[in-house]
């Protein structure tokens, strides 16, 4: 084998360990404090349109099958500001960048993302990861 094929072999194993690039990709994380925050904080903004649960009502369920279709493996980024710039619906971009981030830890827990040693953040890096 020469070494010119050596690498390609190698490249090709690597792509095909990494797949889609989310093995490189850093997960987003979150502490538990934020969650139950956000819990708090979700039951007094979002449940009116969103339900308790965040499975819908008047807003579209924020769990299950439309979350993973809408959110999964893209950034985290993108999450918080589409909530941050069109929630709630009655008063898009009224609450503090901090009860925004605890709102969105609360719906990353809500749909089985685990929480980590490191707080969510204002503008959080990371990929909400796929199933």
Same mark, same amino acid.
């Given at each position: 084998?020469? =070494?010119?094929?050596?690498?390609? &072999?190698?490249?090709?194993?690597?792509?095909?360990?990494?797949?889609?690039?989310?093995?490189?990709?850093?997960?987003?994380?979150?502490?538990?404090?934020?969650?139950?925050?956000?819990?708090?904080?979700?039951?007094?903004?979002?449940?009116?349109?969103?339900?308790?649960?965040?499975?819908?009502?008047? #807003?579209?369920?924020?769990?299950?099958?439309?979350?993973?279709?809408?959110?999964? #493996?893209?950034?985290?980024?993108?999450?918080?500001?589409? =909530?941050?710039?069109?929630?709630?619906?009655?008063?898009?971009? #009224?609450?503090?960048?901090?009860?925004?981030?605890? *709102?969105?830890?609360? *719906?990353?827990?809500?749909?089985? *993302?685990?929480?980590?040693?490191?707080?969510? &953040? &204002?503008?959080?890096?990371? &990929? *909400?990861?796929?199933?």
């Amino acid at each position: 084998m020469t =070494i010119r094929t050596s690498r390609a &072999v190698a490249a090709m194993a690597l792509c095909a360990t990494l797949g889609s690039g989310e093995a490189l990709a850093q997960k987003v994380t979150y502490t538990d404090t934020q969650a139950l925050r956000g819990s708090q904080e979700f039951a007094g903004a979002c449940s009116k349109c969103h339900g308790g649960a965040a499975t819908g009502g008047q #807003g579209p369920a924020l769990v299950g099958a439309k979350f993973d279709a809408a959110w999964r #493996g893209k950034p985290a980024k993108q999450l918080f500001e589409f =909530i941050s710039g069109n929630m709630p619906y009655d008063d898009p971009g #009224g609450l503090g960048k901090d009860t925004y981030v605890a *709102i969105m830890a609360h *719906i990353l827990k809500l749909n089985g *993302i685990p929480s980590g040693q490191g707080p969510l &953040v &204002v503008d959080p890096p990371g &990929v *909400i990861p796929a199933r």
